[in-house]
């Protein structure tokens, strides 16, 4: 709920109906929401430090130098 | 091939931020509902994103291949490649989440609703996959070549091809014809922009932009973790 009134804040059309809504029917479907937002913060983690060990590979080999 | 730091920073933050919004707002903003499609409609966040970041990723890709004709520098060759590997990944992931979502959408339009089909022969998603071929093709082209000029060279003019294919195939062609696939007749050869209330577009638009972020950081990494690659390779060719 914390989500969703944070959300309607600056998305007018937030939130209109919303007693038909799908993810309000039930508690448990937030879990689906979370577990997405797990894997797709999880993988924003991968993507970070992956680009942080190529700078550092880059500086070991002075790549930047060359072209 | 330098980009400002500031640059990458703005499509590493564009990423997380209008995906993670894209996410959230996505599967819980309520929306219009229209028929056939009950919640799957949210697909339009996830889906559509896919094949606007394929059109960017192989302009890119097309750019760097004629910079590679007029300057003949290695670094073009490696970022028109490295653009066209992103786009064709993103490409797929367009193909199969319509592959999964028409099954679902398409099988109530048929005259048997039981009918329930992984592949329609739709024009549309026919000749995306025909598309997606053209550009395995260029792969295939640059693995087959040995020598390292000679292989940028071939690979930039297929690439000007392949670019220019994507226009009849996916742009023009759809408009004409009909199929299950929504869109060709106002404006949009994919999706009726009638259909699409604001409701949609306050979510759509910056999924594409966080989608279209998200390709340019791909393609980064990828473009240095080549360049390094070649690096160690001449290092160890020297040694």
Not at chain 2, 54 to 80: H, I, N, P, Q
Not at chain 2, 153 to 172: E, K
Request: aromatic share 14%.
């Amino acid at each position: 709920m914390m989500i969703s009134s944070w959300l309607a804040s600056f998305c007018p059309f937030f939130l209109q109906q919303e007693t038909q809504h799908l993810l309000f029917k039930s508690d448990k479907a937030y879990t689906l929401l979370i577990v997405m937002l797990i894997i797709w913060l999880g993988v924003l983690g991968l993507l970070f430090r992956l680009d942080r060990r190529l700078s550092k590979i880059e500086k070991q080999s002075g790549a930047n130098k060359s072209s | 091939m330098s980009i400002p730091v500031s640059l990458k920073w703005a499509y590493r933050i564009g990423a997380v931020l209008l995906l993670t919004y894209a996410l959230v707002a996505g599967l819980l903003s309520s929306l219009p509902r229209l028929e056939n499609l009950g919640q799957t409609s949210r697909n339009l966040f996830y889906h559509v994103p896919m094949w606007f970041t394929m059109y960017m990723l192989m302009a890119v890709s097309v750019v760097a291949s004629l910079m590679y004709l007029r300057k003949a520098r290695v670094e073009f060759d490696r970022l028109a490649k490295e653009a066209a590997t992103v786009g064709v990944f993103f490409g797929s992931l367009g193909l199969s989440t319509g592959i999964f979502w028409s099954r679902v959408t398409w099988g109530s339009l048929m005259p048997d609703s039981s009918f329930a089909a992984w592949w329609s022969w739709d024009p549309k998603q026919t000749l995306a996959l025909g598309a997606i071929l053209v550009y395995l093709a260029y792969f295939v082209l640059r693995s087959s070549v040995e020598d390292e000029a000679k292989r940028a060279r071939l690979a930039a003019v297929y690439n000007l091809f392949a670019a220019a294919s994507l226009v009849p195939l996916t742009l023009i062609i759809p408009r004409a014809l009909g199929g299950l696939h929504p869109g060709g007749a106002d404006g949009s050869p994919v999706f009726n922009n009638s259909d699409l209330s604001d409701e949609y577009r306050y979510i759509f638009y910056p999924a594409i932009i966080g989608f279209l972020c998200l390709g340019l950081w791909l393609t980064e990494l990828r473009y240095r973790a080549s360049k390094l690659n070649d690096l160690y390779l001449d290092h160890i060719s020297e040694s």
